[in-house]
Structure formats: C-alpha cells, structure tokens
C-alpha cells in the first residue's frame, strides 16, 4: 500500500510538497523521478518483497515504460509466469513490476488481465502518454486536477488542495447522502477517476472511459473462490492479522483464514459505553482456534483524538470514526495488513436497503401524486421516504433510505444555493436485469456508498496509520461469482455465505445484526455538544451559503425530539473539516 502522485506536463518542483502530503501512506520510502513529459512520485509502505528493489517509480528492462502504484495484485504470480513466457525479464519479487510489462503486451487492455485492489500511474517514455487506472469497484482512490497547467494527479485529495473553494453542489449531496459522491469532490476543481475507469493523456489530450463493467457468464463455485481470495489475500511479508466483529462476514473470513493460516491473529475493539462485540468476537476466535486480541477505548481517548481522526479525513464523511480507532489498535500491535469483512453486507443483501428501497420504489401513481403534495410540509426520515416515493424509481428511494436531508431541508440549510436531485449512479447503465429487485439494490450499493463512503473512509482512515485493508469479499473472483449467482435469479443471503463456507457457523445468524457503531448520540448531548455548537455556529457565520437560523432548528430538532444524530453529526464534521482545510491552505472560503 502507497501513495502515488504526479502530473503532466512535468512539475517537479511539486514532488517533494506531494511526498510530504503522503507520508503517512508510505512510511518507508519516498521517491520521485522526473522525465521528459512527467514527473511521477512514489512513498511506499513495503508488503511484498521489502529489499529496495521494489521500491517506485519502477521500469521495464529498457527504461521506456514507468509506472507508480497502489494496492496489491493478488493474481501476480501467474501473471509473471505468463510474461516471463512471453520473455519479460523481472528484477523484483514484487506485484508491481507485473504492471510495467503488461502495458507492454496489452496497452490499455491491461486491466482485464488483473485481479486486485489497484490505482496506478504508466509513464510511456516513448510516446509522452500517461495512463491512469482505477480498480474495478473501487478500493483504492485516485484523484486528478485538470487546468492550463496540464494534469496532476494523486491518491488523496490533499495531495492536489492548494487553496480550492468548496463545490456547491457537492456539499449539497453531501448533506443528501452523508458522503460526496463521485466524480466530482468537495473541492471545485479536483475530481475523482471512477471505479472501473481509466484515463489517458496524449499530445495535451485527455480522454477518460470505463475499462471495467460485470459480465454474465460461468465462474467457479462460491466456497471455492472464497477460500482463493482468503488464501492469496493472505500472502505478504510483514504481520497480517483480521479485524473480527460477531457478524457474518468477518466470521467468514476468519474461518477461512484458519484453514491456511492458523496462526493469523484476530483484533476486536471494546468499548466503555453500551454494548460491544467482545464477548462473541473471542467465543468465535476460540471456537476457530485462533489467537485473539481485545482492544479496549475509553470514551475520553476517542474524543481527544477526534482532531486527528477529521484531519485524516480525505473528504467529509458522516462515517468513518470507526475505521480510523480500529486501524490505529490493530496497527500499534505491530500489524501492517488487516483483512476485513466490508463488502459482505452489499453483496449478500445484508442491510435493510434491500427491503425499504424496493418499497419506496413501487408506490403506485395515485399513491405518488398525494405524496408529491404532502411530503414538502414533512421533515426528517420520513419526509425522505415520502419524498423519494412521490418521485419514484429505485435512484431516488436508495437516496432517500441511505441520506440525511431532503431537498426541502438542504434548500432550508443554504437557501440560494440550487439544491437539485442528488446524483445516484448505477454500476453500468442501462444494468441488465439480474437478481430481480434485489439486484437492483445491489448495484446501486456497489455503485454508490461502497466505493464513495465505505471503501473511502476505510482507506483514508487505515492509511492515517501506514496500515493495510484488504477486503476478501470483494475479491474480484468473488464478486463475479455472486453476479452470476443474481444472473440465474438468485439473490445470493448471508445463509449462502456460510453454507459456502461452513454450514456449523449458522448459528452466528442466531443473533440480531449488530455494528460497530460509537456512542455519538450520548457523546453529542454530554461531552462532545459545546464543540458540536461551536461547529454549527461556525457554519453558519462562514461565506458558504448556510442560514444559521437553519442549522440551529437542526440542532434542536434532534436535542428535544430526539431525532437521529446522524443529520447533525454531518453538519458538525463539515464544519470541523473546513476549519481544518481552511488552516492548513487547502481550501479557501471566499468563494
């Protein structure tokens, strides 16, 4: 895992400002290399192969080919057996170098020969031509300025800020949805490549398409191709350990492990306030055999980190806290990979989207046109859902169930700023009708607050720490496994993922689901409300378009009626996050 950055044409004098900026993701070496057209840099967190000649920007044989990258290829050994045949010749043990000669033999094509989470950078020498990639739902970021000074890109947004103003409209998706939607940022001007997307620059051009969209066809057996992604997800020279809640997924996971790697060891986060996951996470750990850890946070230790933890973030995000405790515990135990159930919930219908949004889309008209006259003069969830409903389709009700606001409340926060529908993508449009409605569901989730909120926050949040995820789930011989299970009509559950697995672990589905999930409503009525306050009323005194009366009715909304705290807890990180941007130069709010 690393932090890659560069532009074109060259910009060298910008290298050392971007190797700073992502120290954090490549503690262990950080180099740049300028060319002709380019300039590429490169700090790495050494995994695989941890002499100095995997370090980046790596070349072919010749020098011709160039490439900066981050993530892991977890294909890489068949691929280099199949180049090698081919006659490329390999100087490192690393899966990066894969990359360099497979530009070679496919060009543009090369994503397809590739399984893995990945966002690289192809220098090609020879012909002044940059390549960017992006994996196929996301894992990795990468993000890009485009202006009459060429093309500069990197793999977060702080890396490109250099003194932006905020986009308008995506502030209001993001008060829509409690994360910024891609492919545009919270900052005018930069934009994120889209999951599955590449990007080209040639002779001053740019030219950006998706390279990546799910195919129907045959793939093996789920329970093997789990046990594949687990295995190989596993390899690595340096400690790999597992992040183990109670739930579905990460026991899944952790079960498989046991079966190659007895020795992995497994991490849970205790908690001083309300329930947590302990107890269960290490009956399980027992039960498997594996060594397990607890880590245990005060309430106290969480807060005074929070300035850290909104200053690791890359984009505001009503999520994210979670991520950033755990990672910071399993990586002071001295673990650099961590694997991770996300991705579980998305693909096996484990979340309540699947059945609210299929409802909300199948109102009929009459049922639409009453709501379109009521649902204005209702707030809060249900002014959502009566919203979404009145205007109908599976976009608007997924956006309704996942979001914060309505457009009513957005339009009320920042009144003369146009607050439009928010944009809700498909993984692939027009997308094939597969799994019925809960397919429908699905690609919207793989589409929209997996890779813009989920895979985000985790990376940015693990990455403050120099650590590694890696999700087997989303394993790209997974993934296509469970779209052609939903190509035979079958909407995959969590039941298949165990009986794919282990039929004996049923009895984790015994219990009602629970999530990791910090205690910020008591938090925002004790000890957190003055600095949530604090935020509101900076919000409202800053040049960004919100009405403190506004944000003040929101406030008390949820202190007396009780309201989720989620909706607030949004405006309060956005708030914190600019200050944060706003005094380190990156963002600028006169505009």
Not at 424 to 432: L, Q, R, T
Request: aromatic share 8%; proline share 6%.
């Amino acid at each position: 895992m690393c932090g890659i950055a560069g532009s074109v044409p060259a910009r060298p004098s910008l290298a050392a400002q971007w190797c700073r900026e992502l120290a954090h993701r490549g503690p262990d070496v950080a180099e740049h290399r300028t060319f002709g057209g380019a300039v590429l840099a490169h700090t790495r967190l050494r995994i695989i192969d941890l002499s100095a000649a995997g370090d980046q920007p790596m070349a072919n044989e010749d020098g011709s080919i160039w490439v900066v990258f981050n993530g892991e290829i977890y294909n890489f050994a068949s691929v280099r057996r199949e180049l090698k045949e081919k006659g490329h010749t390999f100087r490192s043990a690393t899966d990066t170098e894969v990359l360099v000669h497979l530009y070679e033999e496919y060009g543009d094509r090369m994503g397809e020969r590739l399984e893995g989470m990945f966002a690289f950078a192809v220098w090609d020498d020879r012909r002044k031509r940059l390549l960017l990639m992006r994996d196929r739902l996301g894992i990795k970021p990468l993000y890009y300025r485009e202006d009459c000074n060429g093309l500069t890109f990197a793999s977060e947004l702080r890396a490109l800020a250099t003194g932006d103003t905020l986009d308008d409209a995506s502030i209001n998706a993001y008060l829509r949805l409690g994360w910024v939607p891609a492919a545009t940022t919270v900052l005018s001007g930069i934009r994120t490549l889209p999951p599955g997307h590449l990007l080209t620059w040639e002779a001053g051009q740019s030219a950006t398409r998706r390279w990546w969209a799910p195919r129907s066809g045959q793939h093996a057996p789920l329970g093997e191709v789990l046990r594949q992604a687990v295995r190989r997800q596993l390899v690595a020279d340096v400690p790999v350990g597992l992040f183990l809640s109670s739930g579905v997924d990460s026991v899944v996971i952790a079960a498989l492990a046991a079966e190659v790697a007895p020795d992995v060891e497994t991490y849970t986060v205790g908690f001083d306030v309300g329930e947590d996951e302990t107890g269960a996470a290490s009956a399980i750990s027992d039960r498997l055999g594996l060594r397990h850890h607890v880590v245990n946070l005060g309430s106290s230790e969480v807060i005074a980190s929070l300035p850290s933890i909104i200053g690791s973030m890359d984009q505001p995000t009503v999520d994210g806290v979670n991520s950033w405790v755990i990672s910071k515990a399993v990586r002071d135990a001295g673990v650099v990979v961590a694997l991770s159930g996300l991705g579980g919930d998305e693909l096996f219908c484990g979340y309540s989207t699947f059945r609210h949004v299929p409802r909300l889309a199948s109102v009929p008209p009459l049922g639409r046109r009453l709501l379109r006259v009521a649902s204005p003069r209702v707030g809060g969830r249900l002014g959502r859902a009566m919203e979404a409903a009145a205007t109908g389709g599976y976009a608007q009700a997924y956006a309704a169930v996942r979001g914060l606001f309505n457009n009513e409340d957005v339009a009320r926060l920042r009144p003369g700023r146009p607050a439009g529908p928010v944009p809700v993508p498909m993984i692939v449009e027009p997308w094939p009708q597969w799994g019925g409605k809960a397919g429908l569901v699905t690609q919207l989730e793989l589409a929209n607050y997996l890779p813009d909120q989920l895979l985000r926050d985790t990376d940015s949040m693990s990455m403050a720490h120099s650590l590694e995820v890696r999700v087997p789930l989303l394993d790209d011989a997974v993934v296509a496994a469970v779209l052609a299970l939903q190509v035979s009509g079958k909407a995959p559950t969590k039941r298949d993922l165990i009986d794919a697995v282990d039929p004996g672990l049923q009895a984790v589905l015994a219990g009602p689901k629970k999530t990791f999930t910090l205690p910020f409503a008591e938090w925002m009525r004790g000890p957190m409300r003055g600095s949530v306050l604090d935020g509101l009323a900076w919000l409202g005194d800053a040049p960004l378009g919100f009405d403190r009366r506004a944000l003040t009715a929101a406030w008390l909304r949820y202190e007396a009626a009780g309201e989720s705290w989620r909706p607030v807890w949004a405006l309060a990180v956005l708030a914190w996050w600019a200050q944060d941007q706003h005094r380190r130069g990156r963002l600028r709010l006169d505009g």
